[in-house]
């Protein structure tokens, strides 16, 4: 991997797409940093309801954001669920899916239909988030009149999640790798020096549990423990990620004027893990829409909407399960737009090559089908146990170990954009015949 970076940072155009998107990246965590007006964000930072349930996974995708109510707070969520909506919508309206067919053109409307989506669902969060803060006394009177401070704070918080999507726009045309995947990973990376001070406070008996301090030798025990599973964790998605099904094909002989060609044999690589982390992040912003209502609408404790939302709250069984199932339906679903069987088999064939023992054409692009989908299904399946494993715990315990929650998810999407950024500089090396890349 670093003698990969390495040598890409020899090519000139490479190295400009590299600077680029860590500018980028660079100007995302300043964002994150600027403070919105009539907001106490330290009175937020320092409420203990940011570390549980929704608040820690928000607070974990924003990269601290959200706890420190800055500009970028809602961070890249309206995005993702805006893209999400738009996907979905293109299979279900035959107009969006006209649109899809007609290539780059088709998708650049598509694209634009977004945005809007995007602006819309970012006000709409923003006035949530108002709501939320202003429930809990986070805002400062500074004598402004009440309207006045919505207006600003909504117009902040509604600007910064479109400007978010449009640094994430940016990565994607001018940079190197999948701008929102991207921002991910710095907003959970950034987050690393909050997980080191834990292990510390509980190596130096500074960490309770419940109302009782963990003794030093347990907090020893429970830290090996702990970066023992992350070790474990990024080994396993590292396996899954590369592992693939390889189908063999036979390429028939011809002969062209004097010269004969073709009567080779190679393979069809199938992923067990082809659609790398999106699943996970589209998942988990589906099922953290009712948590988060729950988050900025605050019902009262004990009422029936407080026992609906709780139903649906991450520290629920349901909430586990559901993930569990949407992970596993948003792998078949990108698979199934970015594979096409029907499309490989008339390319097998044009070229004069199938798959032994197996009839070109529909037969080939039948046979691809059922190998794909018992690939992709082991594939999800594994990702999703990944994902849901640490929540699970979390639930069993109580939830004491609620920072524990989302960590699966939390090492997916980062061991999987650096594999998926990786792989994209190594393809861009190869287009450009770069001899010796991994030499």
Not at 85 to 90: A, D, I, K, R, S
Not at 299 to 319: E, I, L, R, V
Not at 353 to 360: A, E
Request: glycine share 10%; aromatic share 10%; proline share 4%.
């Amino acid at each position: 991997m670093f003698k990969t970076l390495k040598n890409a940072w020899k090519i000139p155009d490479l190295k400009k797409k590299l600077l680029f998107t860590m500018m980028i990246i660079v100007l995302f965590r300043l964002g994150s940093a600027v403070p919105v007006p009539y907001v106490n964000s330290s009175a937020l930072s320092t409420n203990a309801v940011m570390t549980q349930g929704i608040f820690a996974y928000l607070n974990l995708l924003t990269g601290s954001a959200f706890a420190n109510a800055t500009l970028f707070a809602l961070g890249i969520n309206p995005y993702i669920t805006a893209s999400i909506v738009m996907q979905l919508l293109t299979i279900a309206i035959p107009a969006l899916e006209k649109l899809a067919k007609e290539g780059e053109e088709g998708q650049k409307k598509i694209n634009t239909i977004t945005r809007y989506v995007t602006v819309g669902l970012g006000l709409i969060s923003a006035i949530g988030y108002y709501q939320m803060m202003k429930s809990y006394g986070i805002l400062i009177d500074s004598g402004a009149s009440s309207f006045f401070r919505a207006c600003v704070i909504v117009t902040c918080y509604s600007a910064g999640s479109a400007l978010v999507m449009w640094l994430a726009e940016k990565v994607n045309e001018n940079g190197i790798g999948n701008g929102i995947s991207l921002i991910l990973l710095a907003n959970i990376v950034s987050r690393l020096p909050s997980f080191v001070g834990s292990l510390i406070n509980l190596v130096t008996g500074k960490m309770k549990f419940g109302d009782s301090t963990i003794p030093f030798w347990l907090g020893i025990i429970i830290a090996v423990a702990a970066l023992a599973l992350a070790i474990a964790m990024i080994a396993f998605i590292v396996w899954l990620t590369n592992s693939e099904r390889r189908i063999p094909i036979q390429y028939a002989k011809k002969v062209v004027g004097r010269k004969m060609y073709g009567g080779q044999s190679s393979n069809l690589p199938i992923k067990v893990n082809m659609v790398g982390v999106m699943p996970i992040i589209f998942a988990s912003s589906i099922c953290s829409i009712f948590p988060t209502i729950q988050a900025f609408t605050n019902p009262a404790k004990g009422s029936g909407w407080d026992k609906f939302f709780n139903f649906f709250g991450t520290g629920s069984w349901f909430y586990a399960v559901f993930t569990f199932i949407l992970i596993i339906a948003f792998a078949y679903f990108y698979t199934s737009i970015s594979f096409n069987p029907v499309e490989i088999s008339n390319n097998l064939k044009t070229n004069g090559g199938s798959v032994p023992g197996i009839r070109p054409g529909r037969p080939t692009a039948e046979f691809i089908t059922k190998i794909l989908n018992r690939i992709t299904l082991i594939g999800a399946i594994l990702l999703a146990v990944v994902a849901v494993l640490p929540m699970i715990i979390n639930i069993v315990s109580g939830g004491s170990l609620a920072g524990l929650a989302f960590g699966g998810s939390s090492i997916i999407i980062v061991v999987g954009v650096i594999l998926e950024t990786i792989r994209e500089i190594e393809a861009q090396m190869t287009m450009r015949h770069y001899k010796g890349f991994l030499g």
